[in-house]
Nanobody, 123 residues
């Protein structure tokens, strides 16, 4: 069974950091681009970051550039999203997804999705 599982979410104060993990089971991530998306209450799902299958190409939403870093460890079949200098507006459910080899920020291009992990930034 193909499965993606996110972890690492939680409650953090503004300015704090979290590292999200996206672990795959039932398939290898080597041939997939991985995207991180988020959805806040009452808002549409938006692309946060993505990384190509080789890891050679990454992309970030303007709202997180300079604060978030995506990386992958294919040996561990896991992709990470390091989130620093978190802001209240980063509060959302964060999802990872696996798709075609090329890094794209459109959720429609991703076939496999995790269940999400809640990130809450609040004092």
């Amino acid at each position: 069974q193909l499965q993606l599982v996110e972890s690492g979410g939680g409650l953090v104060q503004p300015g704090g950091s979290l590292r999200l993990s996206c672990a795959a089971s039932g398939f290898t991530l080597d041939y997939y681009a991985i995207g991180w998306f988020r959805q806040a209450p009452g808002k549409e799902r938006e692309g946060v970051s993505c990384i190509s299958s080789s890891g050679g190409s990454t992309n970030y939403a303007d709202s997180v550039k300079g604060r978030f870093t995506i990386s992958r460890d294919n040996a561990k079949n896991t992709v990470y999203l390091q989130m620093n200098s978190l802001k209240p507006e980063d509060t959302a459910i964060y999802y990872c997804a696996a798709g075609p080899q090329v890094c794209v920020m459109s959720p429609n291009r991703y076939a496999y999705w995790g269940q999400g992990t809640q990130v809450t930034v609040s004092s």
